[in-house]
């Protein structure tokens, strides 16, 4: 059974920083693709980053080029979202999930971030 399980949220200041952890188990995910979404209250779940589990290509969303890192620690499985420079419109929940073509196949149970002005 595939399990990703976040943690690292919390509550900062604007201007702060926080690091999101992903530690997922259950099979390998050599052919993945694994990453960030986020949801505001009221808001579509958008898009946040990702990067390919085989060559640690990375991508990521407009809004946060520049601010995020995402990365990964193959030997732990776990994926991490360094976040900077922390902005109230940055608060949400926030999903670990993977999949072999976008981030479809699975998603974690989310963790709060909240970012206060």
Excluded: H
């Amino acid at each position: 059974q595939v399990q990703l399980v976040e943690s690292g949220g919390g509550l900062v200041q604007a201007g702060g920083s926080l690091r999101l952890s992903c530690a997922a188990s259950g099979r390998t995910f050599t052919n993945y693709r694994m990453g960030w979404l986020r949801q505001a209250p009221g808001k579509e779940r958008e898009f946040v980053a990702a990067i390919n589990w085989s060559g640690g290509r990375t991508f990521y969303a407009d809004s946060v080029k520049g601010r995020f890192t995402i990365f990964r620690d193959s030997a732990k499985i776990t994926v991490y979202l360094q976040m900077n420079s922390l902005k109230p419109e940055d608060t949400a929940v926030y999903y670990c999930a993977a999949g072999t073509g976008g981030l479809n196949d699975y998603l974690g149970q989310g963790t709060q971030v909240t970012v206060s002005s």
